[in-house]
């Protein structure tokens, strides 16, 4: 019966992703399906409001011009996913040291914490001016928008996922002459690993739109909020709905990746079952 029972879970939990997707299918299949339908009745005038067939189109225009069409969709998207990835990783190689420290050092946690709260609290927006004196217009302004607004939650993120670990483990482990190193990997980085996940997403999340808002003030060509702001200009409602709808659906897949990491990561160190919920 045990068994039984087992096979019975696990099935379950093979299940479970399946029904999330065709419920979540369904429910974008509908919002889908109502737009068309107002595009097509004209509830909205078509100008202001395209429909997703009509975006379609536009994609497939827009995509694989190599220079040919004002906008150039793989272009853009490219571009940005290179200012957020290069940024976030500056961002995570500052974070994640400093995080350790003020977490382990009550000195460097001391000067660092306030820190940590006074960035949180100023928009990412609002530093944009000063980096355009700084670093000029163009690419170092967007990427320095990517690390200052994912470095604080990833930081912040590891400081509280030490201070969770039991001191208990790094006294017995020194007391046994455990290297740093071994002490790191194998007592501090399971203990942070969930938190520093739930910190990536969120910094990531931060990021992403900031970035996109950042691109249309900054960015000299290309990319996805200076398209989105160029078109604008020029009163194209397909592209700027097309680009809307790229966004989304690109910060929704880092989401999903970074949920899907934090629910593994939370599994594989036991902070919840296989078969339960976060």
């Not at 976030?88 to 974070?95: N, S």
Request: hydrophobic share 55%; aromatic share 10%.
């Amino acid at each position: 019966m045990s068994g039984a029972a087992s096979m019975a879970g696990h099935a379950r939990g093979r299940w479970r992703p399946s029904r999330n997707i065709c419920i979540g299918a369904a429910s974008v299949g509908t919002v889908l399906l109502l737009w068309q339908t107002m595009y097509s009745l004209g509830v909205v005038p078509t100008v202001l409001l395209p429909g997703p067939v009509t975006l379609a189109r536009q994609a497939v225009v827009l995509a694989g011009q190599g220079g040919a069409v004002p906008f150039q969709l793989e272009h853009d998207i490219t571009l940005t996913m290179v200012r957020l990835l290069g940024g976030f990783a500056c961002a995570v190689a500052l974070a994640v040291p400093l995080g350790v420290i003020s977490a382990l050092w009550p000195p460097a946690g001391k000067l660092l914490q306030p820190v940590f709260a006074v960035l949180m609290a100023v928009p990412a927006i609002a530093i944009v001016p000063i980096l355009m004196l700084i670093t000029g217009i163009g690419n170092a302004t967007d990427v320095t928008v990517v690390i200052f607004t994912a470095f604080v939650p990833i930081a912040v993120y590891v400081h509280e996922g030490v201070k969770l670990v039991d001191r208990r483990y790094y006294w017995t482990a020194r007391s046994f002459g455990t290297r740093p190193v071994d002490v790191f990997r194998h007592i501090l980085l399971p203990g942070i690993a969930v938190p520093l996940i739930a910190g990536l997403r969120m910094g990531m999340g931060y990021a992403w739109r900031s970035l996109i808002a950042t691109e249309s003030l900054t960015a000299l060509s290309g990319g996805l909020g200076y398209s989105i702001f160029q078109a604008a200009q020029f009163f194209d409602t397909r592209t700027i709905y097309l680009y809307m709808v790229v966004i989304a659906l690109l910060g929704f897949g880092i989401e999903a990746l970074f949920r899907r990491a934090e629910r593994r990561t939370a599994i594989r160190w036991g902070v919840i079952a296989s078969g339960g919920s976060q």
